[in-house]
């Protein structure tokens, strides 16, 4: 899911900037090395004789068989290089693959659907061939980021016996965390890197594949942990698009994977938007630097090389929490250690939503009422900043959309002490429209003393899949429903004298698609018609942003 640009004859992707910074750094810095090791290519087949290219390379300075550490890549294979000249002198070899239908390999580009276990289980058999190699020793890894991360959970999901992962902002599903998420298509990410995989045949393949279900249920590894038998390294950043994604999955390896798996993984979540140490938007959070190859290294050698490098003392959990940058010593920014996700016992805690603007601790301080605004799918709300993979992301300064008249605001008063969320976040919202179907979006927003509005957390959910992603149930034009925003999770502390605020709207355009308010899936379907949306508010109408906070006495 990473911004590349393909090599005309080549059949081989390059990275075209921050979204693939691993690779990209391994590319630029490590390439012009030379650790010795020798390369092999192979044709390899596949269980319906499809011929998969592959190039291994080999360390020279190993005496018989070694680990391999095997990348399965949409983007072509010339990371190959630099991967190899990083492993080879740790004794590890390092085996890259064009997966079906890209680069060099036979076959059909189905994205994703032959690597995980389909009918045809390319990853499983890839590593069965790596297997039965007289250079193998029997140890296989993997590594990779984004897609590449995706490819290693889903061949670790399908049985394949690798002994040790590492992913990088990696989705662990599709519906819910790439496709659709609340039920709308994400737009912006998914059609831009369809458009730079030329395939756009399988892009309209998911895009009529709207709820979940048996279709999406083929692509979920979150739900298969007991047939994963790796160590794995799951590493994300709170603005990364697949940020919940990241830390679902770890939670269920981490806790119901197979042999090999359970208690041995790590979560490192950093302030990083797609991509190891990708920039975040108009904020720089102090200290937020991990030596991630240093890692890398110590996991790989005790996993794949069978040393003892220290890794079962480890935290299993490592995350940076921020904070506000405007003066030095504020709280947050800085790196912690737990053993688990969530890293200590949460409480839910209400801020409800006032017809005043306000957002407030007490429902009894709401004023009860309701706030009507027009949302005109001709003219969304742009998007400004958050998880997108394209365009720019990360927290960014909301006063440039958040004055339109379609956009309700809600601010506490200066906070008298600082507040810390850790953990997930979401917005209950009682509404109401003239049209059969909607969309209704949320912000969580840290409104600095200088008036600065930064976003921190955003996501949407479409009114007809409120109660069920599977079954749509259209609004009664008039009535009052249920919605409920997720907008996954954080770790941050708002300093003393900042707001926190939320933002509704019914847009957020181009990162997701808009709603045409007819009850169709898709503009352009029935057309498009404005919607008169309402936000009801008050002790019967308890809208109200969700937060978690340490339980009293638990220390972070």
């Not at 979204?19 to 650790?35: G, K, M, R, Y």
């Not at 140890?139 to 394949?160: D, E, I, K």
């Not at 994300?236 to 798996?261: C, I, K, M, P, Y």
């Not at 904070?323 to 053993?339: C, K, V, Y």
């Amino acid at each position: 899911m990473d911004c590349f640009t393909r090599r005309p004859g080549k059949g081989t992707a390059l990275p075209t900037g921050a979204a693939f910074t691993a690779l990209t750094l391994l590319a630029t810095v490590l390439a012009a090395a030379d650790n010795g090791h020798s390369l092999e290519h192979h044709s390899v087949a596949m269980r319906d004789g499809v011929e998969l290219a592959t190039d291994v390379y080999l360390p020279e300075s190993t005496d018989g068989p070694v680990p391999i550490l095997l990348v399965r890549s949409v983007y072509g294979r010339a990371a190959g290089e630099a991967l190899a000249n990083r492993f080879a002198p740790m004794g590890i070899g390092v085996a890259i693959q064009d997966t079906r239908g890209r680069g060099d390999s036979g076959g059909e580009d189905r994205a994703f659907a032959d690597d995980g276990w389909g009918e045809r289980q390319d990853g499983v058999d890839t590593v069965a061939w790596l297997l039965d190699q007289e250079w193998c020793n029997g140890a296989v890894g993997s590594w990779g980021p984004s897609a590449l991360g995706y490819t290693q959970l889903l061949m670790a999901a399908a049985g394949a016996p690798v002994a040790a992962q590492s992913m990088h902002v990696a989705p662990p599903a599709l519906h819910g965390h790439l496709s659709y998420q609340g039920g709308v298509w994400r737009k912006e990410p998914v059609e831009a890197w369809f458009a730079m995989q030329n395939n756009l045949p399988v892009m309209e393949t998911w895009k009529a594949e709207t709820a979940c279900g048996p279709f999406w249920d083929a692509y979920n590894t979150i739900d298969r942990p007991g047939d994963v038998t790796a160590a794995g390294i799951h590493l994300g950043g709170w603005f990364d698009l697949f940020s919940q994604g990241t830390l679902d999955v770890f939670r269920a390896r981490q806790h119901e994977g197979g042999e090999g798996a359970r208690g041995q993984q790590f979560l490192i979540m950093g302030p990083w938007a797609h991509g190891f140490g990708a920039p975040t938007g108009e904020l720089a959070f102090p200290g937020g630097a991990f030596d991630l190859d240093a890692f890398e290294n110590r996991f790989f050698r005790e996993y794949l090389l069978g040393e003892d490098a220290g890794m079962d003392a480890e935290p299993r959990v490592r995350y940076y929490t921020m904070g506000s940058t405007l003066r030095d010593g504020a709280p947050g920014n800085a790196w912690r250690e737990a053993e688990s996700w969530p890293p200590f016992p949460l409480v839910d805690e209400a801020y409800y939503l006032g017809a005043d603007g306000g957002l407030w601790s007490s429902v009894d301080a709401a004023e009860n009422g309701a706030l009507t605004y027009t949302f005109d799918p001709e003219n969304p709300v742009p998007v400004h900043g958050g998880a997108n993979l394209t365009i720019p992301s990360g927290p960014k300064d909301q006063r440039e959309v958040s004055r339109r008249g379609d956009v309700l605001r809600f601010e506490t008063p200066p906070l008298d002490a600082p507040m810390e969320v850790t953990g997930p976040v979401a917005v209950r919202l009682f509404v109401s429209s003239d049209r059969p179907d909607t969309d209704f979006t949320a912000k969580l927003i840290d409104v600095y003393p200088d008036g600065r509005e930064m976003l921190l957390l955003d996501s949407i959910q479409r009114a007809k899949f409120r109660d069920h992603c599977e079954e749509p149930s259209l609004l009664t034009p008039g009535e009052t429903a249920e919605v409920l925003i997720d907008l996954w999770s954080i770790s941050y502390i708002f300093d003393e004298g900042h707001r926190i605020a939320v933002h509704v709207s019914s847009s957020n355009y181009p990162r997701f698609e808009v709603n045409p308010n007819t009850g169709a899936d898709f503009p352009g379907e029935n057309g498009m018609e404005p919607a008169e949306n309402t936000v009801h508010m008050g002790a019967d109408s308890p809208s109200a942003l969700i937060v978690s906070r340490p339980r009293e006495g638990a220390a972070p």
